[in-house]
């Protein structure tokens, strides 16, 4: 038994649903821990391709800064369905946290009103600065915003509360959903 940790040990796992409000409040608290996360797309022959690369989330909307003529490019032209995966650079089954966003990917020209407001929300200063590209204007290329369909939430800290770990997001729906788990054999 842990010491530290008695409700991980709880099997099965609860299935309490967290209502809409609180599950959101979790996902964009963990969207703004960290701008770091996995951007999965697929390739012409179906193979995926997942690439780490840097990201900002504003009101469900998430912006990244892709590499122009890169693979994920051109698989995002033409196949849309994008998934993202972030999760917080800790350690232990106590403090797991992260999701996986599901959703569409549309790429914004630049000058577009929609590449205006992603390109307010995308801290570019900050990686130009990393780029040792200080002062100027925002890069001209175009911009990624993924407009999130699903999200699975995971957070086992929640368990010690009564909710299921991994809790499911919908943009079309007023409710959640949980993924039913437990026994880790």
């Excluded at 709880?10 to 821990?33: C, H």
């Excluded at 350690?91 to 929609?114: I, K, S, Y």
């Excluded at 570019?124 to 990624?144: C, I, M, N, T, Y």
Aim: proline share 10%.
């Amino acid at each position: 038994m842990s010491v530290a940790h008695p409700w991980l040990e709880q099997e099965p796992w609860p299935t309490q649903q967290m209502p809409k409000a609180m599950l959101e409040e979790r996902i964009e608290r963990v969207l703004t821990m960290t701008n770091i996360g996995y951007l999965g797309t697929v390739r012409k022959d179906g193979s995926p391709i997942v690439s780490p690369l840097e990201f900002y989330f504003d009101h469900f909307a998430i912006y990244i800064f892709p590499q122009p003529n890169s693979p994920k490019v051109w698989a995002i032209r033409r196949d849309p369905r994008i998934t993202l995966a972030v999760a917080n650079p800790m350690a232990g089954w106590a403090c797991v946290m992260g999701c996986q966003v599901f959703g569409r990917g549309t790429l914004l020209d630049p000058g577009t009103p929609e590449w205006e407001r992603g390109m307010k929300v995308f801290k570019w200063p900050a990686s130009a600065f990393e780029l040792g590209k200080v002062g100027g204007s925002p890069p001209r290329g175009q911009l990624l915003r993924l407009d999130p369909e699903r999200i699975v939430y995971t957070e086992h800290m929640m368990r010690k509360y009564g909710y299921a770990p991994r809790q499911i997001w919908l943009r079309d729906s007023d409710t959640t959903a949980v993924v039913p788990g437990g026994n880790v054999t």
